[in-house]
């Protein structure tokens, strides 16, 4: 039986690795290639529309993803938690994320036809937390106000 | 009329003629067995979990309708100053929340 265990493990810590792996590299090229063709839409935080708008449109719009990590960091981050110091398996977590929801958003005012996005917040959910069986996942939320020229 | 909402202090080219104060709507959700299922999956290789992505996105929705209606029956036409929030009440359930200042615009 501890054989089977052991066997379960190494098997699943591999597919992590080497499906995690490529997932992740496959979703950041997704992501750089989605940030070139959004460019052109700024995005502020800051609170207030420049100066000299007249007739435009305002409305609020967002975006959200919810990510999981992979078998084999979780594994690495919990080691990582013996020791202390940079944890990297879950800093490529949290920034994908980031960067997907911001691109969600954008695709979103980009379809209402904006011009730009002015007072992007960004918010952090978990509907895992607390579960003896944690998910190691991040929730982000960005939400921003797009101005749509009318 | 339907309802502006926005995350902004100031609307460009409108004028806030009245505050009616805040106004405010809340949903709590727990996770689905079904999603849970195919997120357990999911967490060997990592990636998405787009059950979750949309439980959180219908949830929103419903806490921003929750908030529009408030300020329907106030006698608003727009809520401004938008904030999302969100709060772990149990374990396995997140609450989301919305609240914005109801005013009535030219």
Request: glycine share 10%.
């Amino acid at each position: 039986m501890a054989y089977l265990d052991l066997i379960l493990f190494v098997t699943l810590l591999t597919l992590g690795y080497v499906v995690g792996q490529w997932l992740e590299k496959k979703h950041f090229r997704s992501i750089m290639e989605r940030e070139e063709r959004y460019r052109k839409l700024l995005t502020f935080n800051e609170r207030f529309p420049p100066k000299g708008l007249k007739s435009v449109n305002v409305e609020l719009v967002g975006g959200n993803v919810v990510i999981s990590i992979d078998y084999f960091k979780r594994i690495a981050a919990g080691l990582r938690g013996l020791i202390g110091g940079r944890v990297t398996a879950y800093e490529t977590l949290v920034e994908r994320a980031r960067r997907e929801a911001i691109l969600r958003m954008k695709e979103s005012a980009h379809n209402k036809g904006a011009s730009m996005i002015i007072n992007v917040r960004l918010e952090t959910a978990s509907i895992a937390k607390g579960q003896k069986q944690q998910i190691g996942s991040v929730e982000v939320y960005a939400y921003g106000t797009a101005i749509i020229p009318g | 009329m339907r309802m502006l909402v926005t995350n902004i202090e100031i609307i460009p080219g409108k004028e806030i003629k009245q505050h009616l104060g805040m106004v405010q709507g809340n949903t709590v959700r727990a996770k689905h067995v079904g999603r849970d299922l195919m997120a357990g999956i999911k967490n060997v290789f990592g990636g998405e979990l787009t059950g979750y992505t949309e439980l959180l996105t219908e949830a929103r929705e419903e806490a921003v309708n929750r908030m529009i209606s408030q300020a329907e029956t106030i006698g608003a036409n727009a809520v401004i100053n938008v904030r999302f929030s969100t709060s772990s009440v149990t374990s396995g359930a997140a609450e989301l929340f919305a609240y914005g200042t109801a005013v009535v615009l030219e």
